[in-house]
């Protein structure tokens, strides 16, 4: 990947967006969202996300994980109904780290170890193989059935 220099066009607009997301971080607290503006600001997160996986395919592969990310919260902020997810609902952190943990740990000891695990909150995993490990991981979930448990 080669990145330029050349002020103008894309570094300016990118100056703009930073400039944009630190006001609304500095003025944002949990009560002041409405759905409209969780909306707006997952759909910018998702352009974004687009815009720089097209630097190239490994950029895009990591940033692919944020329109699900993005839909997570937009289905939280729903399900909270007012657009504000309660503070008593927040995500636990060390709780949420160990369930990727656990998952990475769960995957070598199958024997798959080419893969990233992306832990987006306490309850919403990506995981992200190669073909040939996918398609392991698919018989050892099919069981002895053929149907997934």
């Not at 703009?16 to 009560?31: F, H, I, R």
């Not at 992200?128 to 448990?149: I, K, S, Y």
């Amino acid at each position: 990947m080669k990145l330029t220099t050349v002020p103008g066009g894309v570094e300016a607009l990118a100056e703009q967006a930073v400039v944009a997301a630190c006001e609304l971080a500095d003025v944002a607290d949990p009560t002041q969202w409405s759905m409209g503006a969780v909306e707006d600001v997952a759909a910018a997160l998702e352009v974004l996300a687009s815009a720089l996986s097209r630097l190239d395919p490994e950029c895009a592969e990591i940033l692919a994980v944020v329109p699900v990310a993005a839909a997570a919260v937009l289905e939280r902020a729903e399900q909270a109904g007012s657009g504000t997810v309660p503070q008593d609902q927040a995500v636990d952190g060390p709780r949420a780290v160990s369930i990727g943990t656990a998952l990475r740990q769960a995957l070598a000891a199958q024997g798959l170890t080419r893969h990233r695990v992306h832990q987006l909150g306490a309850a919403l995993v990506t995981v992200t193989l190669d073909p040939p490990e996918a398609q392991a991981l698919a018989m050892l979930l099919a069981g002895r059935d053929g149907v997934p448990h």
